[in-house]
Every structure is written in structure tokens, then in C-alpha cells.
């Protein structure tokens, strides 16, 4: 849910196409600008959300998966608080929708952003081909064998296109 709404404020904000990487990341051109932190307490969920807007492709930090930002992207900076509050507003509306629905009316948005279907992953000691978000949030994995398998949590780890 999270995700999406970062996705969505995105692409608002730059007009560019946004993809979520399941669980957690968003992905513009296959490099991360976002990523979502969640942590259940006593009293509810936090949820920690950076966004890489304005750095300059120097300024990125390194690490396993090339990151980007929206300038670097789009060539010019972004008015961070404007896209804060179109993201609060997003997170505000597909919260509301996932306490009626769960991901149900979510799951469009997702499957048309879903950086992974399609593509061979690697998460927890599973291998497979990445076969969509299931309405409870679970990721899909066809092994090779074929059996279908859900994932509940997990880094995913992208194999490379050649």
C-alpha cells in the first residue's frame, strides 16, 4: 500500500513511471529512488518512507542496487514538500481503501507498477520466475519445477538481464 502511494506521488510529481519492487522499494528504470520501512509496535505500524529527490548522481550513496533520484532522472530538482503532501494524501486514500477492501482495490495499481513479474528472483532459499502480488500481499514464485509458491517477507534479489 505504501509503496503504491510513493509510486503514484511519483509519477505525478515528474510525469515519469514508477514501479514498486516488492516488498518495499520503488524503482524508476530498474534503479531504486524509494524505500519503505515498516515496524509493528504495541500501538500500531510505523512506517518510514525516503525518497532520493533531489541528490546529484554523486551525491547517490552505493550499495547492492544502483540507486537514482528524481533529478538525476528528470534533470532538474523537485519541490520536496510538495511531493510530501501528495504522498501523505495517497497514503491517506489507500489506507482508507486497504482497511475496506485489504489489496483488493489496490492490487490494479500494484500489477501495473510490479517490477518483478516476469523475472527471475531469488528470495530466502526459493528460486523462481516472479509471478505477481497475491491479494494479501504475498509475492508469487513459479519454481522451476513448476510448483507455485507464496512469499510473506524476504529481500528480493533480482537476477540481472543479459
Known amino acids: ?12 510529481s515528474t510525469g ?8 518495499n522499494d520503488v524503482w524508476i528504470h530498474g534503479r531504486k529512488v524509494a524505500g519503505i520501512l515498516l515496524e509493528a509496535t504495541e500501538r500500531g505500524v510505523v512506517c518510514g518512507i525516503g525518497v532520493n529527490a533531489n541528490q546529484t548522481a554523486d551525491e ?13 532522472v528528470t534533470g ?12 501523505l494524501l495517497g497514503l491517506e486514500r489507500h489506507y482508507d481503501a486497504w482497511q475496506w477492501t ?4 489496490l492490487l ?8 518483478l ?5 531469488r528470495v530466502g532459499g526459493l528460486e523462481g520466475t516472479a509471478d505477481g502480488i497475491e491479494a494479501d500481499g504475498r509475492l508469487a514464485v513459479v519454481t522451476a519445477q513448476g510448483e507455485r509458491a507464496l512469499v510473506d517477507s524476504g529481500e528480493v534479489e533480482v537476477e540481472v538481464e543479459r
Open 76 to 87: 532538474s530538482p523537485h519541490d520536496r514538500s510538495a511531493l510530501l503532501a501528495d504522498l
Open 117 to 121: 513479474r516476469g523475472r527471475i528472483v
Open 60 to 72: 547517490l550513496p552505493t550499495g547492492r542496487v544502483e540507486p537514482t533520484s528524481l533529478r538525476v
Open 16 to 23: 515519469v513511471d514508477a514501479q514498486v519492487k516488492w516488498p
Open 108 to 115: 490494479p495499481g500494484l500489477e501495473r507498477r510490479d517490477a
Open 1 to 12: 500500500m505504501a509503496a503504491l502511494a510513493v509510486a503514484e506521488s511519483i509519477e505525478r
Open 102 to 105: 485489504a489489496l483488493g482495490s
